[in-house]
Nanobody, 125 residues
Framework: QVQLVESGGGLVQPGGSLRLSCAAS?????????IGWFRQAPGKEREGVSC????????YYADSVKGRFTISRDNAKNTVYLQMNSLKPADTAVYYC?????????????????WGQGTQVAVSS
């Protein structure tokens, strides 16, 4: 059974940092799997934040997070991380990780096959 579990969310002040984790079970991250991070703020549509391909390690970042967020994976722990620095109030949202069997970057949310339950990130002073 495929399962994704996010953790690491919380309340942080503007300018602060958080590291989100996405622990996968039921499949391995090192074989043609793309993991994506998405977020959804209240009253807004779901937004793609970042993704990483296990095939070649290529990554994608939304313009709104470039230079501030870094995605990485630890195959030994079967976990993908999203390091978020210089956080802004606009980053407040529920963050979800998702997985799809793919050979490259996938930025379209509807293509992803498996989703976690989400973790809340709140950026406020």
């Amino acid at each position: 059974q495929v399962q994704l579990v996010e953790s690491g969310g919380g309340l942080v002040q503007p300018g602060g940092s958080l590291r989100l984790s996405c622990a996968a079970s039921g499949f391995t991250l090192d074989y043609h799997v793309t993991i994506g991070w998405f977020r959804q703020a209240p009253g807004k549509e779901r937004e793609g934040v970042s993704c990483i391909s296990s095939t070649d390690g290529s990554t994608y970042y939304a313009d709104s997070v470039k230079g501030r967020f870094t995605i990485s994976r630890d195959n030994a722990k079967n976990t993908v991380y999203l390091q978020m620095n210089s956080l802004k109030p606009a980053d407040t949202a529920v963050y979800y990780c998702a997985a799809v069997k793919a050979w490259t970057i996938v930025t379209v949310a509807t293509v992803y096959e498996y989703w976690g339950q989400g973790t809340q990130v709140a950026v406020s002073s």
